[in-house]
């Protein structure tokens, strides 16, 4: 096999079995459907989907200084976060040029998890190495230490339920279980077991629904994949691709590295400056920079990112212009026909001056013909809680 061919996660043949159509993404060969891309999207809204996300980059994060040096390293307060629950956050150049979006999950008092974007992970890997230097911490790569899967949507905590997973309410083996997922809160990651397997449980997601996501040992990843599928054959949980997971987070409005996000945007420029903590103790990385894009932004708006509804039937693709009176005020980030709201649905970066949700001569240009597009607010969808 040459160097350049993709890597395979440990579920790889699995997914051949059941008829995905792969594709590469990111160096990984990784399914992008199974079969409809639309009803594996409709089955996460209102049952559950079942993801292969072994793409992702782990990295740990361990010794007396890892908060330190995380809070010198991204740009959330990371030392704030308690152990057993993670935080979404940042890792930004001096320059403030967004690096990648992570999560970041506090597993023991001196342990973090960083949930890197798998285009991103030798970035950022190196990026902590490099900004560890005098931490007494250590970064160790552990992409290869994890298969990561998720179980998405409204059934999921049933699901997992019935394959009886015991939540350590603390890392002591002993400690006392959590009698069921309940206590499990939004953005929390425990240990625990389903379906027989040791696992990091964490009630996290990428779709807008609720859902969790287990981190095993790659050698337990086709085990716990059968014991999901069949444990959520009854209330209609079937195996989704890329596809609809990137159809599913763009109605969420949640941002896609390279799209939305990118070294030429501060988190201020993505309307994502509330994940900037300039109220921690000590300076880091790009905190100059930052402080001025704050100023920026609070002054004279740059683009801002809106959600763009079309009027018609055509679909906005990435890097199409947003037209205004025969202007171009701004450009498209992601876009794709939306199988919840049943139109055509986009992302974009526009002035400010045409942001508010209702502005009127807003369009799109396809292909030289410019479409009518209703700006919203975003996200396009906001699940029942």
């Keep these: 096999m040459s160097s350049n061919a993709p890597r395979r996660t440990a579920l790889d043949a699995l997914h051949r079995s059941l008829g995905a159509t792969m594709t590469d993404f990111a160096g990984w060969d990784m399914p ?35 908060a330190q040096l995380l809070n010198y390293a991204l740009v ?8 057993g629950r993670a935080r979404y956050t940042m890792i930004c150049r001096a320059d403030g040029g ?14 973090y998890m960083v949930v890197a974007n798998a285009s991103n992970a030798q970035v950022v890997l190196d990026s902590l190495v490099e900004r560890a230097a005098g931490f007494d911490a250590v970064v160790r790569d552990d992409r290869d230490a994890y298969a990561l899967l998720a179980v998405q949507g409204p059934e999921s905590p049933g699901i997992l339920k019935s394959l009886s997973p015991r939540v350590s ?33 964490a009630r996290t997601g990428y779709t807008g629904e609720d859902g969790f996501e287990l981190f095993v040992s790659p050698a337990d990843a086709e085990k716990l994949w059968l014991a999901l599928t069949e444990a959520g054959a009854s209330v209609g949980l079937i195996p989704c691709g890329l596809s609809c997971r990137d159809t599913l987070r763009l109605e969420a409005g949640m941002p896609l590295y390279g799209h939305e996000l990118s070294t030429s945007l501060t988190p201020f420029d993505a309307g994502l400056g509330r994940v900037v903590k300039f109220e921690k103790e000590g300076d880091f990385v790009g905190r100059t920079a930052l402080e001025a894009a704050a100023e920026r932004a609070a002054s004279q708006p740059p ?8 009027e018609g039937r055509r679909v906005p693709r990435a890097g199409y212009s947003v037209v205004a009176d025969g202007k171009v005020i701004g450009e498209v980030t992601s876009g794709a026909p939306s199988p919840t709201l049943g139109k055509p649905i986009a992302m974009a970066y526009v002035d400010a001056a045409h942001s508010a949700p209702g502005t009127a001569g807003v369009g799109v240009d396809i292909r030289g013909s410019h479409e009518p597009y209703e700006v919203v607010a975003l996200p396009f969808y906001k699940r029942q809680k």
């Design 76 to 83: 959330g307060n990371i030392a704030s976060v308690g152990v």
């Design 32 to 66: 992008l459907r199974y079969g409809s891309e639309r009803d594996e999207h409709l089955a996460v809204r209102t049952k559950a989907g079942l993801f292969d996300l072994s793409h992702m980059g782990e990295i740990t994060v361990t010794g007396p200084q890892a």
């Design 169 to 201: 309410t603390s890392l002591d083996p002993g400690g006392a279980p959590i009698a069921d997922l309940d206590g499990l809160k939004y953005y929390a990651g425990l240990p625990g077991t389903v379906a027989g397997v040791p696992a990091l449980i």
């Design 303 to 310: 683009r801002v990112l809106v959600g763009l509804v079309a």
């Design 98 to 111: 967004i690096l990648d979006d992570l999560i970041v999950y506090r597993l023991a008092e001196t342990e």
